[in-house]
């Protein structure tokens, strides 16, 4: 039987103005590479970029549950004008966070 998956930690936030920033900033450029560029991407790179702040600011350092906030709480999200949704989004946060940790996205390592 495969091993689970160990759940992944994030550090304590220490900055969390500059964490968000650069997390707006990274998702947009990776929304703006994905598809075409499209209004839409800015507004959705900011709400993400809210949603994983404040989650972070009352204490949640679990990746695993920071996607499951992004995806519940860009539910309430319009994302009629865009080519994303809320899980689209939810594991684009997660990737970028992976890669910005050094861990591979792909298998776990």
Do not use: H
């Not at 650069?22 to 994905?34: C, F, I, M, V």
């Not at 499209?38 to 970029?49: D, S, T």
């Amino acid at each position: 039987m495969a091993e689970p998956i160990a759940p992944v930690t994030l550090p304590p936030v220490t900055n969390p103005e500059r964490e968000g920033e650069w997390l707006e900033k990274t998702l947009l450029a990776w929304l703006d590479s994905e598809f075409i560029p499209e209004a839409a991407n800015e507004q959705i790179a900011k709400r993400a970029a809210q949603i994983y702040i404040r989650q972070r600011m009352e204490g949640e350092n679990d990746l695993g549950s920071l996607v499951i906030a992004i995806v519940t709480e860009m539910q309430g999200y319009d994302f009629s004008k865009s080519f994303y949704g809320e899980f689209a989004i939810a594991n684009a946060v997660s990737d970028l966070l992976l890669e910005s940790l050094g861990i591979d996205k792909c298998c776990g390592n």
